[in-house]
């Protein structure tokens, strides 16, 4: 069989793909990233203030709660952009593989 080649066009609108991937990536990775800063600054001030007396033991749960929700919504971005973008080039390789053969 005759593989087929790509046309130009073909080859630029997957360079675009792939490029709308990288920038989708890059945006849930500062998402998750602001949210891991977020975690840790809660965890910290809810420790600081409870070694120092300033926070109770119920607001001590509270903070570690708000953290552990931050933490939670700041993944389920990432953990769909990376899902997604998984699908996305499992279909745009096999669409290749497919054009490959004939």
């Known amino acids: 069989m005759k593989a ?21 990536r890059e945006k849930s990775m500062l998402v ?37 929700c931050v933490i939670i919504i700041a993944t389920l971005p990432y953990i769909k952009t990376m899902h997604k973008e998984e699908k996305r080039l499992e279909i745009l390789i096999d669409d290749l593989r497919s054009k490959k053969r004939g």
């Open 32 to 68: 998750l990233n602001k949210g891991l800063f977020l975690y840790f600054s809660f965890l910290f001030v809810a420790v600081m203030g409870f070694i120092n007396g300033y926070l109770s033991k119920d607001l001590l749960n509270i903070l570690i709660i708000m953290s552990l």
């Open 4 to 24: 087929k080649t790509l046309s130009p066009l073909d080859k630029e609108i997957i360079e675009l793909e792939l490029e709308k991937s990288r920038i989708d």
